[in-house]
C-alpha cells in the first residue's frame, strides 16, 4: 500500500510578545487602535509559549509538509515580520512548510520588501501563473499540490474581511484544472474561510461566492483556511467530487470562553480504489495538563 502523504495544518498564531515599539515606529491609526486591543485584550488570549507546544507537537508528528494559513502577526508593524519569520524557521524551512497571508499580516498597507516580504520564502511556488503573480502560488509534493491563495488586503477601522479578485480568481480555475488533469490532490490554502456565510458579514471574504463557483467548477480535494479561531468542517459538490473545508482555531489560543482552545489538524492523504481519502487527526491543547493530545479523528473521501 502507498505510503500517505502527511500534512499539518495551523493558522492564527497571533504572535507575541509585541516587539518594542512596535506601535509608535510607523504610527497609523487602525495599528494604534490594533495595538490596544493587543495590549488590553489579545494579549491574554495568545500564549507565545503555548503556539511552541503546538509547533513542537507538530514537528514530534514529523509531517511531510507544514500549512500556516495566516493571521502570524498582529497589526503588521515592521518588527513583528523578521519575529515571525524567525519564529516559522524554527518549526519548518521553506521548502518543508507552506504560508497565506490573513487580514492581521495586511493590517495596513505596508511595503513588501520591510513586511510581507520577510515571509516569501514560505510563499514561493515552483508554478505560478503570471496574471496574479505571486499568488496564487502552486508547490508539488509527491502526487499532493499545494495551492497558496492570498484573500489579505488591508481593510478599514473594525473590519476583517478579505478579497481574492478577478484575476487571482481566473489563475485559481485554471490551475485547479490543470492539476487535476495531472492527478494531483488539490489542496487550497486560504486565510479567509472560502463559501459564503461561514463568517460574520464584516470579517467575511467579500468574493466568496465567486471563489464557491470556482471550487464547484474544477474541484479540489481539500480547501484549508483560519481566521474564524473555530473548529470547522464543511463540504462542497463539485462536478469532480466532494471539496471538504476545514478551518483550524487560533494555535495560541488559551483563555476565550467564545472560541476552543489551540489545536492544529494532521492530515493524511493518499489515493485508495480511484479515490483520495484524507485521514484527520486533530490535535489540542489542554489547559489541565498543559499538554497537547488528540482530540478525535475521522475519515473523508472525495
Ligand atoms: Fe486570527
Ligand atoms: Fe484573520
Sequence with gaps: MAVPFTLAHLSDIHLGPMPDGALWKEFALKRAIGWLSWRFNRKKLHDPAVADMIAADIAAAAPDHVALTGDLVNIASP???????RWMDSLAGPQEMSFVPGNH???VAFPWNRGLGHFAPWMEGEMRLKMAAPFPFVRLRKNVALIGLNSGVPQ???RAGGVLGQKQLESLALTLRDLRERGYARVVLIHHPPLPGLSAPHKALSDAGELR???????AE???HGHNHEHMLNTLNSRFG????LGVPSASLVDNEHHPFAAWNLYQIQRQAGKWQIDVSIRSYDPASRQ???????VLSS
Design 156 to 158: 478599514p477601522l473594525r
Design 292 to 298: 497537547i493530545s488528540r482530540l478525535t479523528e475521522f
Design 79 to 85: 518588527a513583528e515580520f523578521p519575529h515571525g519569520a
Design 222 to 224: 481539500l480547501v484549508l
Design 105 to 107: 499580516d495586511a493590517y
Design 242 to 245: 466532494t471539496v471538504h473545508v
Design 213 to 219: 463557483d470556482v471550487l464547484a467548477a474544477e474541484g
